[in-house]
């Protein structure tokens, strides 16, 4: 494996595509450290160092997620404080509404349909920007009422000074707003331009970035807790050892399961075309056991979280509806919902996505055929029966994994974002992104003639077909000089931060 990252930068092609996704990352993880104009940012830091790491609450659990999502750009209020995840809801509705509403299942099919349906999204994911940014900023006037932000409100009072000197609408809120839409939509096109000329999928990889950049200090936390506190003892160095143990069985499973596949036999007929003999062999159709991957999840919690949320910041003042808001965000009945709503996105989107008519009717055009079951109806009969089983494992493996880190963080008193990497959303995306970047990775070592990762085998990501976008790569000069003035901005930077010092 080792000699297969050394390879990777002895092929020309692929040494460019990953100069410039890592250059893209360094970009992006800039944008999350710049806030916002008009916060005041000693009050900011002093509530960063101040925050109480150890909350074990479910509400924390969701607040520590979101803010690992947007890379800690949320907490640190800077301009791209919503990440991609406007981008990635608005994706999600147009793909659900195109394959469930006639006219843009049709416009899907026709020529340049789907350039359409892009356009649709980024339009879509304007609109979700400018409702989400105007959504954050107003609860910037009163922190207290955002369970993203809490301990912020006891800062303020503790300083004295607010959080926004200047609040109003053109003073502030308007200026945030556009300057959020804008950050979220120049990380929309940085994806893109990932994805063209970089390797891996370039939203996907964002993401990645930024639950990794929370991954330092969640070791930091873990070994304070079990090594430098002040409750430390010989025994809390086993109680790391077994959960860094735990920590890798736990990815282990997760890689397993994600690229588990019950596959079918497929026998094609023998078929005489001129002088040369077709079909007359087995293949195999994989079904995965984790069809809908983390969506269910993203699902559960849209649909459970942010009406509640936005209910509870309207209504600051209205006591059963805070009260709902804390019932749907802390202990059993959020577990259990969240469960029952996982369980029906999991055959929600089997059912949108899988179409078993479709292909018993390409296996009977192309002849071929499942050993003992007729073609046509029965044929989908079976693979939609098969699937529904496969489904009802995937949505148990989902609840669990989602429940795992609430269930950590509680038993063991590590902080809720430490506890995100034992489990849940973002060790699933974790897993499937980086899958994904070796296998891209691995297929241009074997088109250029080196060994890939593995000896034996190849390596399986999340989707059933590797991504090729044909991009062109950046040529070696713009990367050059790109590289350059990345170079020039860390260093304006940590000049910066010595003569603060």
């Avoid at 292909?359 to 989908?380: F, H, N, V």
């Amino acid at each position: 494996m080792i000699s297969a990252f050394a390879n990777s930068f002895k092929v020309p092609e692929l040494r460019s595509r990953i100069l410039f996704t890592l250059a893209m990352i360094v970009i992006v993880r800039i944008g999350t450290q710049i806030t916002l104009p008009g916060i005041d940012p000693t009050v900011l830091s002093q509530w960063i160092t101040d925050k109480a790491e150890n909350s074990t609450s479910a509400g924390a659990q969701v607040a520590a997620l979101l803010n690992i999502f947007s890379g800690g750009g949320l907490q640190n209020c800077a301009i791209f404080a919503l990440g991609i995840m406007p981008y990635i809801s608005a994706s999600i509705m147009l793909q659900l509404l195109t394959a469930v509403w006639p006219p843009l299942t049709k416009l899907a099919r026709e020529e340049g349909g789907r350039q359409k349906i892009t356009q649709y999204t980024r339009w879509a994911t304007i609109v979700l920007c400018v409702f989400q940014a105007f959504m954050l900023v107003q609860s910037l006037a009163d922190p207290k009422q955002n369970y993203l932000m809490q301990g912020l409100g006891q800062t303020i009072e503790t300083m004295g000074r607010p959080l926004v000197p200047n609040f109003g609408f053109w003073t502030f809120i308007l200026p945030a707003v556009i300057t959020i839409t804008a950050g979220t939509m120049f990380m929309m096109w940085l994806g893109e331009q990932i994805t063209e000329r970089g390797i891996g999928n370039g939203t996907s990889i964002l993401i990645c970035v930024n639950i990794v950049s929370d991954l330092p200090g969640a070791f930091i936390q873990v070994w304070k807790t079990y090594v430098g506190g002040a409750d430390a003892d010989p025994s809390s160095a086993a109680k790391l050892l077994l959960l860094v143990a735990f920590m890798i069985i736990v990815i282990a499973g997760v890689i397993a399961l994600t690229q588990a596949t019950r596959r079918i036999a497929i026998t094609y007929a023998k078929r005489v075309v001129g002088r040369k003999v077709y079909g007359g062999q087995t293949q195999y159709l994989p079904l995965k056991i984790n069809y809908s991957g983390v969506m269910p999840i993203i699902f559960a919690q849209a649909i459970l979280l942010f009406p509640t949320q936005i209910l509870a910041s309207f209504f600051s003042d209205v006591g059963w509806i805070q009260s709902l808001s804390m019932t749907l965000s802390t202990g059993f009945w959020y577990y259990t919902i969240s469960a029952l709503l996982i369980f029906f996105f999991s055959y929600f989107w089997v059912a949108t996505m899988f179409q078993p008519q479709q292909i018993s009717e390409d296996l009977k055009k192309s002849g071929g055929y499942i050993a003992g079951i007729r073609p046509g109806k029965p044929t989908a009969d079976f693979l939609d029966f098969t699937m529904s089983r496969l489904t009802f494992a995937g949505a148990i493996f989902l609840t669990a994994l989602y429940i795992l880190p609430g269930i950590t963080s509680s038993a063991l008193g590590i902080s809720a974002s430490a506890a995100q990497f034992l489990g849940g959303t973002s060790l699933l995306i974790l897993v499937g992104v980086v899958l994904d970047v070796m296998r891209q990775v691995e297929t241009h070592l074997l088109q250029s003639h080196y060994d890939g990762f593995l000896k034996k085998g190849r390596i399986r990501g999340r989707f059933d077909r590797l991504q090729q976008t044909g991009g062109k790569v950046m040529d070696s000069t713009t990367l050059v000089w790109l590289w350059v003035g990345i170079a020039l901005i860390v260093l304006v930077a940590l000049v910066s931060y010595l003569l603060n010092k």
